[in-house]
């Protein structure tokens, strides 16, 4: 422990090491220590326990097929109203074309969440499954946030249960994590008080696991919640994947600070710093010890910022994705887009192993070497 510079973190770096689980007072201990070094080193242990210097990448696409929503969260700038001129609202052959729009060779996760739709009936939604399933079989169809399945489950007069079995009946391979933002009530009844709640989010992917199907967690952060909040967020996850084993990652989402209400009332214009992002992804990849990722999202944080993450317990950087609207609406600098080569080039530049994986981390391709041959 020559490198320790905060002689606090001892015991938690000989639990670390020991491959023992963090109470809440210390991972809180992990958000406070200013021995970032120290956090950097055990993240990475942490890390390459579970993958040695393998990263994952996923050759996907993304697509959002309305952004009409009436639920009115103060974070978002996505959202429009119905007869607004920038909303878009696709019918299910149309989400087929769009696909085809985009589609690229390779490509084997389609990512889909989108609006609260206030007049699309139930039908709209397991018919545009199929139809992308019958359009495209190699394509897996990872959509709907657990808010989407609330709001499904409300128009269709059906548990959410038996709404997630339709679904997967018509194709659906995974959730994605979205709607989470933060657990604490406090929080969530300023920025997202028309949104699933906290207990129900939780039992959606509940439910989703019971099904054998797996899915991912995000936390929105960087507005107005505390430290002790966002630990409390990763604590509720830790517990629901001791009781299920159902999740993949784990996606902070950094705040964007632009175009969206929250930001305004808040006076906020800054977005978060390099070093708390860093430190997020840090104390998530070791308080997380069932998780089996924790994600860099570059879309949110900069690709650059994500190759640095690396180092600090990131063993997935999400995907080439071709488009990108809802973060990019609230101020996001990243491109719309990376390619293939562009991921695999910047997970070697960091000294790591680039692996293709798909919507269920299965292994496709892992690339040796590193440079421009390697990405070909």
Not at 32 to 60: C, E, I, P, W
Not at 269 to 294: C, K
Not at 332 to 360: C, E, F, H, N, W
């Amino acid at each position: 422990m020559k490198w320790l510079r905060d002689p606090g973190l001892a015991p938690i770096v000989e639990k670390v090491e020991a491959g023992e689980r963090l109470s809440f007072e210390e991972g809180m201990q992990l958000f406070h220590t200013r021995d970032l070094n120290a956090l950097m080193r055990l993240a990475d242990l942490q890390k390459r326990r579970l993958h040695g210097d393998k990263v994952y990448f996923v050759h996907s696409m993304r697509l959002e097929f309305t952004n009409i929503c009436y639920v009115g969260c103060t974070f978002c700038a996505f959202a429009a109203r119905k007869g607004e001129e920038r909303a878009w609202d696709y019918d299910p052959d149309e989400v087929v074309r769009q696909v085809g729009r985009r589609y690229l060779p390779g490509i084997t996760e389609l990512h889909m969440s989108s609006g609260h739709h206030p007049n699309h009936k139930w039908d709209y939604y397991p018919a545009m499954v199929q139809k992308l399933r019958e359009a495209y079989p190699d394509l897996q169809v990872k959509a709907f946030t657990a808010a989407e399945i609330e709001h499904l489950s409300k128009i269709s007069k059906k548990p959410t249960l038996e709404v997630l079995r339709e679904l997967q009946a018509a194709g659906l391979a995974a959730m994605p994590g979205g709607g989470a933002e933060i657990f604490a009530d406090r929080v969530r009844k300023q920025v997202a008080k028309n949104k699933v709640k906290a207990e129900k989010w939780l039992q959606i992917h509940r439910e989703a696991h019971s099904l054998g199907m797996r899915t991912n967690a995000t936390m929105l952060y960087g507005h107005i919640e505390t430290l002790e909040e966002r630990l409390d967020h990763m604590h509720r996850l830790r517990e629901l994947q001791d009781e299920t084993g159902g999740f993949h990652a784990f996606i902070p989402l950094a705040f964007q600070p632009l175009g969206n209400t929250l930001a305004q009332n808040l006076g906020k214009t800054e977005y978060t710093t390099g070093l708390d992002d860093l430190r997020n992804l840090a104390v998530a990849r070791i308080y997380l010890d069932n998780f089996p990722h924790i994600k860099g999202y570059w879309v949110m944080i900069g690709s650059e910022l994500t190759q640095v993450s690396l180092d600090w317990g990131v063993s997935d950087i999400d995907g080439t994705i071709q488009e990108e609207h809802i973060a990019h609406a609230a101020g996001a600098t990243s491109p719309m887009a990376l390619s293939q080569a562009g991921m695999v080039k910047m997970i070697q530049a960091a000294g790591r192993v680039p692996v293709l994986r798909d919507a269920y981390y299965n292994e496709l391709e892992v690339f040796g070497g590193s440079g421009a041959d390697a990405a070909d």
